[in-house]
């Protein structure tokens, strides 16, 4: 069963949905320690202080470089590339032949037809196989998340540094004031007797730098971090901390990958059953394509371009014209959350328990959002942020219910339970909740978000 191909487990099982319903691949894990200290005072530093990220494990490098580099991933994404040059990062989006998505990652160009796209495996996978089979004239090198890499260590280490004294503490580091780094551009930097290269860029809502390089320099490098952070509040966060930064920050990690269609049988066919996730949540179709989101629904419309043939093009534009739905946060009603853990308790059926601070149990969550019992979108990511002493899920709802103060409800839990190993047997609960914007946090609403806009 470990050869297995995507294609084949669709035919075995007889749709997506019940293939992914019932798979026993878990949801995204992180390959570092859960905590250093605890995860809600690491929470609090990247709004009081500075937050360190280790994200030299958990996430998948695919390097690509040669002529036909840049025109792959120009065909692959919704993004303009006129103005993409070398020491510059791009939130790169691709979508399917309909215009849905299938996946995004952070693109670096690091020179001369020479570029690594950094992300969760579903991404790599299709650009991994689009360059390996379509006929592009270029090099690729996969560098795998640690939990499939396990004999070796990755290529590159990778530090992110987030919150307020961010850049105090890079001073600290070079020694001096820090160059002019407009957003998602990149630096190089020299301290702890080698080159670091920095993406100035924000994670959990706040300022700060993604400093890379050569694995063999990563311990002298962290080693220089941690000395120069003492003085700044510098607080190491763990997996779970790192896991719930996207709530504040808006971005939805993993709606689900629009794979499915015809168009991309070829590409299930190469693809492994094990590395197409699972599926969990309220929210119940035996059409695949109803899970799937366009750009426009994640609030990505300012990263689509026209000036560029790429899959999905004529199919966006339609969508542009047809936008249904938007991006919003969903602040869950503290009595309805704080019920539903009382449930483990009590006598009787439970409901689905709820892990803090992520409570995410398969790697596409998508939970119904309601009014009077109509459907009007999707909940996806949920979990608990210290910051703000609340519970929160990224969502898109229909534009009619987006306006912040609205009354929603999630339905939380599966009806029927599925078999997947992370689900026990429970009853659905429904959660009051209430529209915030998205991001949720303020600077990345009024600061970072703005000048994402052109990244």
């Given at each position: 069963m470990s050869d297995e191909s995507l294609e084949t487990a669709i035919r075995r099982t007889g749709s997506p949905v019940a293939f992914l319903r019932n798979a026993a691949a878990e949801p995204f894990t992180f390959p570092v320690p859960p905590q250093f200290s605890?995860?809600?005072?690491?929470?609090?530093?990247?709004?009081?202080?500075?937050?360190?990220?280790?994200?030299?494990?958990?996430?998948?490098?695919?390097?690509?470089?040669?002529?036909?580099?840049?025109?792959?991933?120009?065909?692959?994404?919704?993004?303009?590339?006129?103005?993409?040059?070398?020491?510059?990062?791009?939130?790169?989006v691709a979508v399917d032949h309909a215009g849905h998505v299938i996946g995004d990652g952070i693109l670096f160009y690091l020179g001369d037809e020479s570029f690594d796209l950094v992300g969760i495996q579903g991404i790599a996978n299709w650009v991994d196989y689009n360059a390996r089979h379509c006929g592009y004239d270029l090099t690729v090198e996969r560098d795998d998340h640690s939990g499939l890499r396990k004999d070796r260590p990755p290529r590159l280490y990778r530090y992110e540094l987030q919150g307020p004294t961010a850049s105090a503490v890079v001073e600290r580091l070079v020694g001096g004031p820090l160059p002019e780094v407009g957003f998602f551009r990149m630096a190089r930097f020299s301290f702890a007797g080698t080159e670091v290269r920095a993406l100035r860029h924000g994670m959990a809502g706040q300022p700060g730098f993604e400093l890379f390089g050569h694995w063999k320099d990563g311990e002298r490098v962290?080693?220089?971090?941690?000395?120069a952070g003492a003085e700044h509040g510098l607080v190491r966060a763990g997996a779970m901390a790192y896991s719930t930064s996207n709530l504040e920050s808006g971005w939805v990690p993993t709606p689900p990958a629009a794979i499915f269609g015809d168009e991309l049988r070829a590409y299930r066919e190469w693809l492994p059953a094990a590395a197409a996730g699972s599926l969990g949540g309220s929210f119940a179709s035996e059409r695949i394509e109803d899970y799937y989101v366009t750009p426009y629904d994640l609030a990505y419309g300012s990263h689509v371009s026209f000036d560029h043939d790429f899959v999905g093009r004529e199919a966006l534009q339609r969508h542009a014209e047809e936008q249904r739905r938007t991006k919003v946060t969903l602040v869950w009603n503290a009595d309805d959350l704080t019920a539903a853990v009382r449930t483990l308790l009590e006598e009787g059926p439970k409901a689905k328990y709820i892990e803090l601070p992520k409570a995410r149990y398969a790697l596409y969550q998508v939970d119904s959002v309601l009014v009077d019992d109509d459907l009007v979108g999707l909940s996806f990511d949920c979990g608990y942020v210290a910051t703000d002493s609340a519970f929160l899920s990224l969502a898109t709802i229909d534009a009619e219910h987006a306006v912040p103060g609205t009354e929603v409800t999630v339905l939380w839990g599966e009806d029927p339970n599925s078999a997947k190993p992370a689900v026990e047997q429970h009853r659905q609960v429904a959660m009051r909740a209430t529209v915030a914007p998205a991001p949720f946090s303020e600077f990345a609403r009024t600061g970072y978000r703005a000048r994402a806009a052109v990244a």
């Open positions: 605890n995860w809600r005072s690491e929470q609090l530093a990247w709004r009081e202080s500075c937050v360190l990220f280790d994200q030299s494990h958990h996430m998948t490098d695919l390097f690509l470089e040669g002529p036909d580099a840049l025109r792959l991933l120009s065909e692959l994404a919704v993004n303009s590339f006129a103005s993409y040059r070398p020491e510059m990062g791009k939130q790169f962290l080693a220089a971090i941690l000395e």
